[in-house]
């Protein structure tokens, strides 16, 4: 077999025994999906970077993924972002973090690796770059979904439980709840 | 995370990754997801997106250190992405990677109950899996 691409959707305490057959048909369809988007770019003479790009956007907008729409929340119940892109023939890369409006990052990324001199670019700079280079933005709204939020709450519960715990040390309880993240 | 790595048809490879970090997370910490080398790379010879506890795949440098092993010690791919994984797992880590090579042959270890997955070959077939 020749592989031409892979995906990847998150790694963590995912058990069959916790997953209901829809939402397991649901997860099967959007990486097909997304091995498909990828697949058709390559097929139509797309170089390798248009194929992750392809493939990622539509796990970015999918709500099962923890990217882009569907993304976890950090402690203030932001949702708070990260990507990258690296081109293995140039060794050209890209990368934006820490961004809260930017509707698919890994589009940021490609920006910042094609159209600037630098590689990574945060916050509020890497949103006002990618608004200046065409990129979608989007209310932090956009991002949020029930699922994330509950599971946010239900951290921020334990930690106020955990009254043993110095409050510097509070991020570090969060260790216990790491796989609830899925990678 | 969500994470791509692909191969076109004049031989380039490319490495993509996406995330929203750890839940809860503060004091703008940042994963790996975004650092070359740490949670992305692609050269001439392999593609590499990890997914996982970000701290410990900046700390082994997870992506760098698998083109590192395909390069410098010539070892296959699959052997190069587990040698990380088990490095990550030894120190108390956990999460996986994709890993593509330039002629197309894929790893996809990980250390967890499950990982979301997927492969499409050079004929469009496509194979998909969550559980280990």
């Known amino acids: ?183 | 995370t969500v994470g791509c790595v692909a191969l076109d048809q004049q031989g380039g490879l490319a490495a993509g990754t996406s995330t929203g970090g750890m839940t809860n997370k503060k004091y703008g910490r940042v994963g790996d997801a975004p650092i070359i080398g740490a949670g992305n790379y692609a050269n001439d010879q392999v593609a590499i997106s990890c997914t996982g506890w970000g701290e410990y795949y900046i700390r082994t440098v997870a992506a760098y250190d698998v083109a590192a092993k395909v390069a410098y010690a010539n070892l296959p791919l699959a052997k190069a992405a587990q040698l990380v994984i088990d490095k990550i797992a030894a120190l108390g880590g956990d999460g996986g990677m994709i890993a593509l090579d330039k002629d197309g042959r894929v790893a996809m270890p990980f250390n967890t109950a499950g990982m979301y997955r997927g492969t499409i070959t050079a004929d469009g077939k496509v194979e998909v899996a969550i559980y280990k």
């Open chain 1, 1 to 183: 077999k020749r592989y031409v691409l892979a995906i990847h959707g998150g790694a963590g305490t995912i058990l069959k025994k916790n997953m209901s057959d829809s939402l397991e048909r649901a997860y099967v369809a959007e990486l097909t999906k997304s091995l498909r988007e990828g697949y058709r770019t390559l097929q139509s003479g797309g170089t390798s970077i248009d194929a992750v790009v392809a493939a990622i956007q539509i796990m970015e907008d999918s709500p099962l993924f923890n990217a882009g729409k569907g993304a976890v929340f950090n402690h203030k119940g932001e949702n708070e972002m990260d990507a990258s892109i690296m081109d293995g023939k140039t060794l050209a890369a890209g990368a934006v973090a820490g961004v809260h409006t930017i509707r698919n990052p890994i589009t940021a990324a490609k920006a910042v690796m094609e159209q600037s001199e630098h590689v990574m670019m945060v916050g509020e700079g890497a949103e006002e770059f990618a608004h200046s280079k065409g990129i979608v933005l989007v209310e932090p709204s956009y991002f949020w979904t029930k699922p994330r939020w509950d599971a946010l709450q239900k951290i921020l519960e334990r930690d106020k439980d955990a009254t043993a715990l110095d409050h510097d040390d509070k991020q570090s309880n969060t260790k216990k709840y790491i796989d609830e993240k899925f990678g």
